[in-house]
């Protein structure tokens, strides 16, 4: 069943593991959909902390948001507040959005490990476009 939820509506309701998919009308939206076989160009996973907002943890080119973890704007990993990067893909790259919501309860043990993964990977820049065709 598909329901139909506001952006803010669907951050408020965002749990760790939830993911979330955007499918964008630029040529380079459609190249990547080409290359990756996929019916979307991007990919983001919600991660729901304690008491913190509702984040997205996904990589992009661009440097639109400062990173919560690392407090700047950088190319890369990054970790958003979950709105303020929806409503970038949304309204800024011009990109529809849909969210898969998980249906398994998601532990301590398992947050954690998502918290150890960013903590490792964030900033990890993308490679170079030789370095793909390759």
Known sequence: MT?????HEAAE???TGDV???????????????VTNSPVNHVGMA???????????HAELGQSLPDVWAGERH???QLHRLVDAVG???YKYGQAAWMR???VDVTTEMESEVLRVVNELDGTTFPRTGSLVR
């Open 3 to 7: 329901e139909e939820l506001t952006m």
């Open 13 to 15: 309701t965002a749990r």
């Open 20 to 34: 979330f998919l955007f499918r964008g009308p630029s040529v380079a939206d459609r190249a990547i959909r080409a």
């Open 47 to 57: 991660l729901a902390l304690d008491d913190l907002p509702q984040l997205l943890w």
């Open 75 to 77: 190319r890369g990993t």
């Open 88 to 90: 970038t893909w949304h």
């Open 101 to 103: 919501q998980i249906d």
